[in-house]
């Protein structure tokens, strides 16, 4: 077998697509889609998001120093690209799918990206409530690292839709049809091929 030798890259994939949601002094909130997240600390519980300091929801959450992290679903899969790519200067994020910037996308297409918000139980910034799991989050460090700045955050609440609970009030992520992004294309997670720790398990007699 051979290698190439490329440049450095982030081409750490697959990652989770989530939508980062913020909310401004006056309550107004935003939503952006963010691929650098991820688990830092589980005792305290935190995570990271990294953001390009000319994204309207950097200096948001610089400022308030809050927001939430919220996974992404094959439904939410529109959306999360759209709030992507379109900049919260210009748009009401959760005044979709009526914009007037909007009316010419067909009705289904505007339904996809809708977008509610879902009250916080321990900040001011609101969640999604199309999320299946919300992390609100309160920032304890920010690090300065170059083209994006890293917002360290203690998760302060876990915010679990009740759809995908099952009878035993145990979490059931696979019924979320989660979405995964990868190398500029996102993709819904699919088969199971083990669970932890199945590589050193005994089998059963």
């Known amino acids: ?25 006056e309550g107004r909130p935003n939503a952006m889609t963010a691929a650098w ?3 830092v600390c589980s005792d305290p519980v ?12 950097h200096d948001i959450i610089e400022r308030t120093g809050e927001f939430c992290l919220n ?3 094959r439904k939410l899969a529109r959306a999360a690209d759209f709030v992507g790519v379109r900049s919260g200067r210009d748009l009401d994020k959760f005044a979709l799918p009526d914009a007037p910037a ?22 001011k910034a609101p969640g999604i ?22 917002f360290v955050a203690e998760v302060l609440s876990t915010d679990v839709d009740d759809r995908f609970l099952d009878e035993n009030g145990r979490l059931d992520l696979a019924a ?22 199945f590589s050193v398990r005994k089998k059963k007699p």
């Open 46 to 57: 935190m995570v990271s998001v990294s953001i390009r300091k000319e994204r309207f929801s």
């Open 102 to 123: 909007l009316t010419s996308l067909p009705k289904k297409i505007r339904e996809e990206l809708r977008l509610t918000p879902s009250p916080s139980a321990k900040i």
């Open 129 to 150: 409530a199309e999320s299946p799991v919300i992390l609100e989050c309160r920032v304890r460090e920010i690090l300065r690292l170059g083209s994006h700045d890293m």
């Open 71 to 73: 996974l992404t679903t």
């Open 1 to 25: 077998m051979s290698r190439q030798f490329w440049k450095p890259s982030n081409m750490l994939y697959p990652v989770p697509a989530v939508i980062v949601t913020c909310a401004d002094e």
């Open 37 to 39: 997240a991820g688990t």
């Open 176 to 197: 979320a049809d989660l979405l995964a992004y990868s190398h500029g294309e996102y993709y819904a997670l699919g088969e199971l091929l083990g669970t932890f720790g």
